[in-house]
């Protein structure tokens, strides 16, 4: 009887802890960044490419191939969510979960000659609460 409250205590808590009930953070490694990038091509495509380019060469929005500005994270993450509205670029805050922005933005930081480090979902959601743009 004991071991089979035991045995039920435990699948108990293994349900718990694996329904979701928080996003599980990726690691902050290679695999997690090759799969961001992969990832973030589709959002860019999607989201991005009518303004800035199929390859990051720019349209009515800046070319972001060779574009310092990626490095910056914060200022990548915070251009994404909050956009620029009075020079035409929508937020993407209400469209894009935490995920999507950490993708796409690591894709735009490491393609078409860019080369800067992953972005985490973590970063992005504490950004996300701050009320400044
Ligand atoms: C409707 C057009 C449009 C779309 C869609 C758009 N952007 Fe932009 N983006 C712009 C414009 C215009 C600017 C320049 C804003 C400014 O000058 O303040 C800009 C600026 C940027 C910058 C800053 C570049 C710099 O040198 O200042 C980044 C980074 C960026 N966009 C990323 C993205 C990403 C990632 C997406 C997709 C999630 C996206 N944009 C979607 C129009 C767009």
Redesign the pocket.
Known sequence: MTSFVKSWAAALALTVMTSGAAFAQPANDEATKEAYIKQGEV??ND??S???GANGEGG???A?AK?G??NGRAA?IN??LFG?TD????P?APV?TDEQVAQ?ATY?RNSWGNKAGIVLPRSVELRRTETSN
């Open positions: 959002v860019f989201y991005c009518a303004c800035h009515s929005g800046p972001l574009n500005f990626v990548v251009q994404v620029a020079h035409g670029m929508p993407f894009l796409v735009i």
